[in-house]
């Protein structure tokens, strides 16, 4: 009798490692212990009053409008209207037929929107950039769809530019290997923060443009900037598809609702895999979703952000006072509401066991204060996931002050650790 067991597709996926590190503080949380939750990128808000309240009016409203039935494919079109008039608000350059209400799809969260976008432009075998530091769904969700990956290494300041883009197309030229097909990339950045500038955006556009890379340009973290303006890919390129979700800067994490904007030649692909993957968003969640950009709404959006500053600056000042940890082992943080460091060589002793997984391991058991190793986030094939970490603040002010005041009380005793580990080696 032959056997039955998964599929070697769902079995070399790896698991997400923050919802792992999230798993074990919520069983000691549930234990009784305070447990301060610095490892997942949720905002500490709930979704803004007016889209509660506009969810509520719906669902008890009369019976039609109660109802929750099924909406086109590609969403509402009243929502996809507001979108579309948010980029030609916001993003003035950008050529009008890129962002028509016709190029814009609702979408189950960005994670819906990353699969449609894979599927839609991508086949088996195909090879796909992304980061060295980045997102690590997009390597997960490529590889069980049957994509390689090109992981291409980001320069001194943690971004993917032109430039390195360009030397890995050389490479694989004068290597004979595969061209790359796509390329995708977060910018403000998951987990590094940093952010391309208009003009490093625009480089890369080109560059894909004319080597024939399909660009999904991952816009998620857009509104949550401190002092730099974002820039969209849409304004440098036809072919770019965007990718954003109401999770992050509209603070709708579990409302499972995002968007995309996406190219001409796309249209219909995109369509047709929305309709049997997804059939559509979350109905309730496009509903309340148009509350959005209603001027209360976007006050009270802007206080987050005003939160989210303060406690940027205050992690920032605190790693300042830890002369283990030199500046340039701390990414830019220019926006998002992540700090991602490196370690360096000095502070772990990996032939030991103690490197950034132990270090934040420990932390959560002795502290109570929950922050992400990076091998979540690098390159499986290096070494540095296991030298950097990421702390979020999306989780609030007094939440920071207490998790870098247990950290720094922590610290002192890893770098012992360490220490005396090296020793012996």
């Given at each position: ?219 998620i973290y857009h509104g949550i900037t401190y002092g730099k303006k974002e820039a969209t890919a849409l304004e440098y390129s ?69 939160k989210y500053r303060a406690s940027r600056e205050f992690i920032l000042k605190e790693l300042e006072n830890i002369k283990e ?101």
């Amino acid at each position: 009798m032959e056997s039955i067991h998964p599929s070697h597709r769902s079995l070399t996926v790896k698991s997400f490692k923050v919802m792992d590190v999230l798993q074990r503080a919520n069983q000691l949380e549930a234990s009784g212990r305070t447990i301060y939750h610095c490892e997942v990128g949720q905002p500490e808000s709930g979704a803004p009053k007016n889209v509660a309240q506009a969810a509520v009016s719906a669902l008890t409203g009369s019976p039609s409008e109660a109802r929750m039935g099924y909406t086109d494919a590609f969403g509402l079109k009243p929502l996809r209207q507001k979108i579309s008039e948010y980029y030609k608000t916001k993003h003035v350059d950008v050529p009008e037929e890129r962002i028509g209400l016709d190029r814009v799809v609702i979408t189950t969260g960005s994670s819906g929107g990353f699969l449609l976008a894979f599927t839609a432009c991508f086949d088996t075998g195909d090879v796909v950039a992304v980061a060295s530091s980045g997102y690590p769904c997009y390597r997960n969700i490529l590889q069980a769809l049957g994509c390689d990956l090109a992981n291409v290494p980001i320069n001194d300041d943690f971004k993917l530019t032109a430039a390195e883009l360009r030397k890995e197309i050389q490479e694989r030229e004068n290597a004979g290997n595969a061209r790359l097909k796509g390329l995708i990339l977060s910018s403000p950045s998951n987990p590094t923060g940093a952010m391309l500038s208009a003009e490093e955006l625009k480089d890369l556009c080109e560059l894909c443009d004319k080597e024939g890379i399909r660009f999904l340009s991952d816009e998620i973290y857009h509104g949550i900037t401190y002092g730099k303006k974002e820039a969209t890919a849409l304004e440098y390129s036809s072919t770019a598809i965007v990718i954003n979700s109401f999770s992050k800067y509209y603070s709708m994490s579990g409302w499972r609702l995002g968007w995309m904007v996406v190219p001409s030649d796309l249209l219909d692909p995109i369509n047709v895999l929305q309709q049997n993957m997804f059939i559509n968003a979350p109905t309730i969640s496009q509903t309340a979703a148009m509350k959005c950009w209603e001027p209360d709404t976007i006050q009270e959006l802007e206080g987050h952000i005003a939160k989210y500053r303060a406690s940027r600056e205050f992690i920032l000042k605190e790693l300042e006072n830890i002369k283990e940890i030199p500046a340039k082992n701390v990414a830019p943080a220019d926006g998002g509401f992540y700090v991602y460091i490196d370690l360096g060589e000095d502070n772990v002793a990996t032939e030991a066991g103690l490197g950034s997984t132990e270090m934040c391991r420990s932390l959560l058991e002795e502290e109570g204060v929950a922050f992400t190793p990076g091998t979540d986030f690098e390159d499986p094939s290096g070494n540095l996931g296991d030298r950097r970490f990421r702390i979020s603040y999306a989780g609030g002010t007094n939440t920071i002050q207490n998790a870098m005041g247990r950290f720094r009380q922590f610290w002192s005793g890893w770098v012992k650790r360490v220490h005396e580990a090296k020793q012996k080696i």
